[in-house]
T-cell receptor
Framework: NAGVTQTPKFQVLKTGQSMTLQCAQD?????MYWYRQDPGMGLRLIYY???????DKGEVPNGYNVSRLNKREFSLRLESAAPSQTSVYFC????????????FGPGTRLTVL | GENVEQHPSTLSVQEGDSAVIKCTYS??????FPWYKQELGKGPQLIID?????GEKKDQRIAVTLNKTAKHFSLHITETQPEDSAVYFC????????FGKGTSLLVTP
């Protein structure tokens, strides 16, 4: 039981490049989330998916898109990376049957030059 | 999202002392208040949580108190150990979680 997994662990992009961050969970959770973490800012919600087939914007969605591929997988795409998107990205999952506790992945550290 | 204010931003204690971290919030709808511990290079991990129908919850050296009327909740760590050194985040429920900005706790031997 791996919990929440994220790939890649590290990535360096040039301004304007695109990439997709992958997230998968094996806990059969309905809800999945993408957060970004910047120094002194805590964790801020980018997008979330309350259930398979639905996605909604969070606090800081600009410059990102998401896809809930199936119940297990939730990907985050940067179409044209900008230096302001340099951050650590965390995926999380939860389910009301599990008390709504959010379980986090290990993170992806992204640098945009 | 609705803000969660967390204090202090840094806290240094001697091994064996207690550490207290406080959070306040403004909306009345939240009913779930988790605390996460984040070690360097890792994702946040839940250490304790409390729901609005209780005022206090303990798990060994960790306790959380909630005052819904005053809209604040606190994390108490007793008999601190060097391995408690980490960043701690409070959060409250909404359509997702709203996090405080974190407290960097250092426990010195």
């Amino acid at each position: 039981n791996a919990g929440v997994t994220q790939t890649p662990k590290f990535q360096v992009l040039k301004t304007g490049q695109s990439m997709t961050l992958q997230c998968a969970q094996d806990m059969n959770h309905n809800s999945m989330y993408w957060y970004r973490q910047d120094p002194g800012m805590g964790l801020r919600l980018i997008y979330y998916s309350a259930s398979e087939g639905t996605t909604d914007k969070g606090e800081v969605p600009n410059g990102y898109n998401v896809s809930r591929l199936n119940k297990r997988e939730f990907s985050l795409r940067l179409e044209s990376a900008a230096p302001s998107q340099t951050s650590v990205y965390f995926c999380a999952s939860s389910d009301w049957l599990a008390g709504d506790t959010q379980y986090f992945g290990p993170g992806t550290r992204l640098t945009v030059l | 999202g609705e803000n969660v204010e967390q204090h202090p931003s840094t806290l240094s204690v001697q091994e064996g002392d207690s550490a207290v971290i406080k959070c306040t919030y403004s909306d009345s709808a939240s009913n779930y208040f988790p605390w996460y511990k984040q070690e360097l290079g890792k994702g946040p991990q839940l250490i304790i949580d409390i729901r609005s129908n209780v005022g206090e919850k303990k798990d060994q050296r960790i306790a959380v108190t909630l005052n819904k009327t005053a809209k604040h909740f606190s994390l108490h760590i007793t008999e601190t150990q060097p391995e408690d050194s980490a960043v701690y985040f409070c959060a409250k429920s909404g359509y997702a979680l709203n996090f405080g900005k974190g407290t960097s706790l250092l426990v010195t031997p």
